[in-house]
């Protein structure tokens, strides 16, 4: 067919249509869902500037859910979701733009916060592979540590007392990990965070990944407390899906792996013209110390920091993390939940992210229960067998206002052994918390004063 353009002539041609390619993800389509309703309830229990949950599986790095609350209709991506068509067509269009890149932006590929605690379990394992701590390292918190001009608390400030490796993980005590890393010092801390893959993109095939590279201290610039707040997860930021693929890596015994969410390319016969494979980008640590960890973990959930994160006939290995954002006089924080399931032969690595909830009060804003109730949805579809756990368990008395031989005598009763921390005529505070399930055998902590 030929047409006249402005005196000349121009030639269009017409080809027939062709059957285009096909491209399988490696995301769920229930394993979706069940994220998406995760993010869904933190928003409902925890209104926040954002909400994710990002599901891996650990061992080959294949994502198989990314949910965050910053959703559009992709039919009709220029209206908002969830804003009234007036309210919005009334605001000036910086306003307009800010609001839908917000929505448009993927949280767990291209936002970067401060990890918190999540990071502690990777400091730790980097000690363990140097041989600069080991399972009979115990350490001392008083409650903080002065480095350089600074006061740096630790999550108690009344302190631990004296706890082991695996009770520092437990308990996430910041005391423990300023120590750690000042045994490591400023180059071998930064090797390990950089090997873990914080500062690099993962090279996940989706658009518009953040390196997080000028968000964190180069080796040079890492000074006393700047390493000490390092240490803690703190002065440094990450995106998730950086932080899940590191942690991933005590869940395959050392690898950080390359996420990917394209399983395979079809083309229109049929025909595979291209298929993921799971690729190890390097060996962080040994199996021996990701062994090592993951027992830590198991406590973090049986009896320290990420009770809520339990699920009954399953073994769950993960950490609770706050991070606090920015300004620090803005109070704005970063609440997440990170861990692995069944411990065993672990099929999913999760990430929940509740970032800068509108209320944040310590210890009840927490991703833990979500992270518990998405991960129960998940074992479940993927057909994993729980165990029938007979161990007897007693429920925690309050002893508060008890002197510590009464509370001693008292925990007797249910053979509950118990540590007492401080020094005081009475028990002001306890650990676990009053009415919550514990298991006879194991050890309570007592704070006196």
């Known amino acids: 067919m030929v047409r006249q353009y402005d005196g000349g002539t121009a030639e269009t041609k017409y080809y027939p249509p062709q059957n285009g390619c096909s491209v399988i993800s490696t995301i769920d389509m229930n394993i979706q869902r069940f994220a998406e309703e995760g993010v869904a309830e933190a928003m409902a229990e925890f209104p926040s500037e954002t909400a994710a949950v990002l599901v891996m599986d650990p061992c080959s790095g294949a994502l198989l859910a990314c949910a965050a609350s910053n959703v559009f209709d992709p039919n009709e991506p220029s209206i908002p979701v969830g804003y009234d068509s007036n309210e919005f067509d009334s605001l000036d269009g910086e306003d307009q733009s800010k609001i839908l890149n917000g929505l448009w932006n993927n949280y767990n590929i291209s936002s970067t916060f401060e990890p918190g605690s999540i990071f502690k379990p990777l400091l730790v394992c980097g000690a363990l592979d140097e041989g600069l701590v080991t399972e009979e390292s115990v350490f001392d918190c008083p409650g903080y540590r002065d480095i350089a001009d600074r006061r740096i608390h630790c999550i108690r400030r009344s302190g631990h007392g004296t706890l082991s490796l695996e009770e520092s993980i437990a308990y996430s005590c910041n005391c423990a990990m300023m120590d750690i890393a000042g045994a490591e010092g400023a180059e071998l801390f930064y090797k390990y965070q950089r090997d873990f893959g914080f500062g690099y993109k993962t090279g996940v095939d989706l658009p518009f ?241």
């Open 209 to 449: 990944e953040s390196g997080a590279s000028t968000l964190l201290y180069s080796a040079d610039r890492l000074g006393p407390v700047e390493l000490a707040t390092s240490s803690i997860g703190q002065s440094f930021n990450c995106t998730p899906i950086q932080a899940l693929t590191a942690f991933s890596s005590i869940a395959n015994g050392g690898q950080i792996m390359r996420p990917y969410c394209v399983d395979s390319v079809i083309d229109g016969d049929g025909l595979t013209v291209f298929k993921n494979e799971p690729e190890s980008i390097r060996t962080v640590m040994s199996e021996d110390t990701c062994a090592i960890m993951n027992d830590y973990l198991l406590s973090v959930v049986e009896y320290g920091t990420g009770k809520k994160a339990a699920v009954a006939g399953y073994e769950i290995a993960g950490k609770s993390g706050t991070g606090e954002q920015g300004d620090r006089a803005q109070d704005e924080y970063t609440i997440t939940f990170i861990g692995y399931f069944p411990a065993d032969d672990p099929k999913a690595a999760m990430l929940v992210v509740i970032d800068k909830p509108e209320e944040y009060a310590d210890g009840v804003t927490t991703a833990a229960p979500v992270f518990g109730r998405t991960a129960e949805k998940i074992l479940e579809y993927m057909g994993a067998e729980p165990e029938t756990d007979d161990s007897p368990t007693a429920v925690m008395p309050d002893l508060t206002n008890f002197s510590p031989e009464d509370a001693v005598k008292e925990l007797e009763v249910f053979s509950i052994g118990a540590k007492v921390i401080g020094e005081g005529s009475k028990v002001t505070s306890q650990f676990p918390a009053a009415g919550e399930e514990i298991a006879e055998g194991s050890s309570v902590l007592l704070y006196l004063k």
